[in-house]
């Protein structure tokens, strides 16, 4: 008997959505940093504006920025 196994694609799954804004401008968040217990979200640009300061007190950074350059 044999036995035939479909492969599945690998699917990404995106934790932050078009609702979660950045807590700087507003604008969509990829990036999000745990400092002290709570959630900072950022958008692209100020995630990288502040990710070397916030890198080194995060318990989690969570970056989904290569959305963008999937999306092109």
């Not at 932050?16 to 640009?45: K, T």
């Not at 995630?47 to 995060?58: C, N």
Request: aromatic fraction near 6%; hydrophobic fraction near 35%; include cysteine.
């Amino acid at each position: 008997m044999s036995m035939s196994t479909t492969a599945e694609p690998d699917v990404l799954q995106y934790r932050l959505s078009a609702a979660d804004r950045c807590d700087s401008c507003g604008a969509q968040a990829y990036i999000a940093a745990e400092v002290n217990g709570s959630e900072l979200l950022f958008c692209a640009h100020h995630g990288r504006k502040y990710e070397e300061k916030l890198r080194s007190i995060a318990t989690s950074w969570h970056d989904e920025t290569a959305r963008l350059a999937d999306a092109r």
